[in-house]
């Protein structure tokens, strides 16, 4: 079955920067699209950014677009997101996501604090 495994979160001061990864098995990674999400405290789980299955397209919400890249590894089966000049407001658990097969990670912590 589908298993995603996220790491790289913590405790960052504003300005600073984290890089998210994502280890994927149990699907052929290399065909699908992948995705971060997050949700922070009280709200509802939105979108982050997503990456085509070989890595020729990539989006990003508004509010994180110049900010953080999304990128893959499809001989290491790893999806990442780097996440710079972090805000307070990106304080969330991040999560890992495959849209197709609407399979989700247990999710990273990442808390931006002064």
């Known amino acids: 079955q589908v298993q995603l495994v996220e790491s790289g979160g913590g405790l960052v001061q504003p300005g600073g920067s984290l890089r998210l990864s994502c280890a994927a098995s149990?699907?052929?990674?290399?065909?699908?699209?992948m995705s971060w999400h997050r949700q922070a405290p009280g709200k509802e789980r939105e979108f982050v950014a997503t990456?085509?299955?070989?890595?020729?397209?990539?989006s990003y919400a508004d509010s994180v677009k110049g900010r953080f890249t999304i990128s893959r590894d499809n001989a290491k089966n790893m999806v990442y997101l780097q996440m710079n000049n972090l805000k307070s407001e990106d304080t969330a658990v991040y999560y890992c996501?495959?849209?197709?097969?609407?399979?989700w990670g247990q999710g990273t912590q990442v808390t931006v604090s002064s």
């Open positions: 996501y495959v849209p197709s097969r609407a399979s």
């Open positions: 149990g699907f052929t990674f290399s065909r699908y699209a």
């Open positions: 990456i085509t299955s070989t890595r020729e397209s990539t």
